[in-house]
């Protein structure tokens, strides 16, 4: 059987929908992972009582989840054909609509990121003052000036540092929902083969916590901090790749369609960025200089992180890119 | 009331009126359309033969669509027809993304659009458009509930199926063998 035509579906920009979601909306996803990864390390380390010992996880790295987070944000609305109404976005929640239920977590997570570095506000002015990052001691002391003066509602900050237990357990629930969503938004799509699997959310959970975690280890100063993080992390990419192999594993058992997705990286268009450059240069070798690194081998640690980095967002382009090419075939 | 179509696909000659048709009737902006022909070639040589379709929003049953829409823009009406409120949609494309047909496209303007059945149109009693200029009459529109209809009648007389039911949306535009 061969497909002739299709009347006024020979439409280049129409048809087929390959490309109604690109760049922003991957990026969105890589900055609600990486947000998830800062809050959560945050939460869950002063939660176990190491405020002290690892003070850039705790204190400082939330103070850039909130501009990342407000970048996805825009990045979201700047996607939107219709950008007038994003208003409408929040005038409903709708629990099965992961783009509704998402976007308002990604509300609630940044009144958290912003809340929670603001009740630290004194120590992380000392931090930065004693790290002699005087241009962010500017911005800190600026808002210490703002507390003073009431602007910022004063009592918020108090009660958030009465109850700051509690909330940093709500905090570490949400960013683990956060992270989690980044990938549900994508499997929410039976259309897609590529994206219709359970394995997705976990996934790019793990992979937004490990770009946390070389967030944390490239920026902090705290020799301790940064080799904790790098182990961490090493069991994260392990997590990692234990998930893609399952879920590749998971497809190849499937339905004709999830053979077909799958192939998009066995072999199809899709096999060398994701296994050489993803898989490789974005997992395997940052594990292999972090390994090497808790040996004792002097390796810069800007390079696993940075590579990290990238390599999480070249997952959530390709992942965008390649579920979209994944469909259904329209054959009678 | 469940609105539905069927298409005889022997009496379908592809000729594209149902398109024309519908982008006069629903204003579709130059360059888009809301309803497409499919055309295939069947069989093995020698006995080669066209088999054609005429596609569009299949106002399913199970509509992803309307579940991955944030706003509630999409949504079923009376009869199941799935329609998008202009002003609530925010052009986010999550519905584009559900749809397996790829029945939906951004508007212009923003929003997204699609078939509507032509609601305006069946609840004054008339056909769709596309139904009603089809110069071989191959398409049926009526309510499947009423199994006096001639839809219901011709589903249960004849051999018909249904495009990609494996993506599991319970599509309600058939096809008449
Ligand atoms: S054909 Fe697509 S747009 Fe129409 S109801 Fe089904 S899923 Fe929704
Ligand atoms: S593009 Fe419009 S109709 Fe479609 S899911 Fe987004 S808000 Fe809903």
Redesign the pocket.
């Known amino acids: 059987m061969e497909k002739l035509l299709a009347t006024d579906r020979n439409i280049d920009y129409l048809y087929p929908h390959v490309d109604v979601w690109g760049f922003p909306i991957s990026s969105y996803l890589f900055l609600g992972g990486l947000a998830a990864g800062i809050l959560l390390f945050a939460a869950l380390y002063y939660l176990l009582g190491k405020e002290k010992d690892m003070p850039f996880t705790v204190k400082i790295g939330p103070l850039f989840a909130f501009p990342i987070i407000v970048l996805g944000l825009f990045l979201l609305v700047f996607d939107l054909h219709h950008k007038l109404y994003v208003w409408q976005l929040f005038m409903t929640a709708r629990a099965v609509s992961p783009m509704s239920w998402g976007a308002w977590t990604l509300v609630i997570v940044s009144f958290f990121s912003l809340l929670w570095p603001l009740s630290f506000i004194d120590s992380i002015d000392e931090y930065l003052i004693k790290r002699g990052w005087s241009k962010m001691t500017k911005v800190t002391e600026y808002l210490i000036k703002l507390e003073h003066k009431w602007i910022i509602p004063h009592f918020i900050i108090i009660m958030f540092r009465k109850y700051r237990k509690f909330l940093a357990f709500v905090m570490l629930i949400y960013s683990i929902i956060l992270g989690i969503y980044t990938g549900i938004l994508l499997s929410a799509f039976n259309?897609h083969p590529l994206w219709n699997n359970p394995i997705l959310g976990p996934l790019f959970l793990t992979s937004g916590v490990s770009t946390g975690s070389a967030f944390v280890m490239w920026l902090s100063n705290n020799k301790k901090e940064r080799l904790l993080m790098s182990a961490i992390d090493m069991s994260l990419i392990a997590i990692e790749l234990f998930f893609i192999v399952h879920m590749f594993m998971g497809m190849e058992a499937g339905a004709e369609v999830y053979k077909q997705a799958a192939g998009l990286f066995l072999g199809g268009e899709f096999t060398a960025v994701f296994w050489g450059v993803f898989v490789g240069m974005g997992l395997i070798l940052p594990f292999i200089l972090e390994a090497l690194e808790l040996k004792g081998f002097h390796i810069p640690i800007v390079v696993p992180a940075i590579l990290i980095l990238v390599g999480g967002l070249i997952f959530r382009i390709i992942m965008v890119q390649a579920g979209q090419m994944s469909e259904y075939p329209m054959f009678p | 009331m469940r609105y539905a179509m069927a298409i005889d696909v022997n009496k379908c000659v592809g000729c594209g009126d149902c398109v024309v048709a519908c982008q006069t009737e629903n204003n579709v902006p130059l360059g888009y359309s809301r309803d497409w022909i499919m055309e295939f070639v069947k069989g093995d040589y020698p006995d080669l033969f066209l088999h054609f379709e005429s596609q569009r929003?299949?106002?399913?049953e199970d509509?992803?669509?309307?579940r991955t829409c944030p706003t509630g823009a999409?949504h079923v009406i009376e009869g199941g027809i799935?329609k998008v409120t202009h002003d609530e949609c925010i052009g986010c494309g999550a519905?584009i993304e559900?749809?397996?047909?790829d029945?939906?496209y951004f508007h212009p303007d923003g929003y997204v659009d699609?078939?509507t059945f032509c609601d305006h149109r069946v609840k004054d009693g008339l056909d769709p458009a596309c139904v009603s200029v089809c110069p071989t009459e191959c398409m049926y529109f009526g309510d499947l509930d009423d199994p006096e209809s001639k839809i219901s009648k011709l589903l249960k007389e004849r051999e018909n199926y249904t495009i990609l039911p494996e993506a599991g949306?319970k599509?309600q535009i058939y096809y008449l063998k």
């Open positions: 259309a | 929003c299949n106002h399913c509509t992803p669509c309307v999409s799935v519905c559900a749809c397996p047909y029945a939906r699609k078939c949306t599509p």
